[in-house]
């Protein structure tokens, strides 16, 4: 699975791009000017559209963990974030 952040002039093009590929997606506002697209294998896009709800910035660590592992993140890093980000909330 990827997350890929780009400007929204760009929007159109990847989806098309996406689509002529038959590439699972689903978009997520950033802000005016940006997006967040999540592309990859169904079962993994489905995923994220149950578990990104909220903007990335506005997730549980446990959320956060999750996204970090299904995007190929180094486990030990996000282990030691989510660590950081869980002593952080419950403070």
Known sequence: M???TVNRK???FAIAR???QKIEYLV????RNKINLF???PEC???IRCLVTRPLNQLTPEEDFILGAMLGYDICAQCERYCARKSK???
């Not at 997520?28 to 802000?31: A, G, K, M, N």
């Open 2 to 4: 990827v997350l890929y």
């Open 10 to 12: 760009y929007e159109a």
């Open 18 to 20: 996406l689509k002529s």
């Open 28 to 31: 997520q506002p950033v802000d």
């Open 39 to 41: 592309f990859g294998k």
């Open 45 to 47: 896009i489905h995923a």
């Open 89 to 91: 909330s419950s403070a």
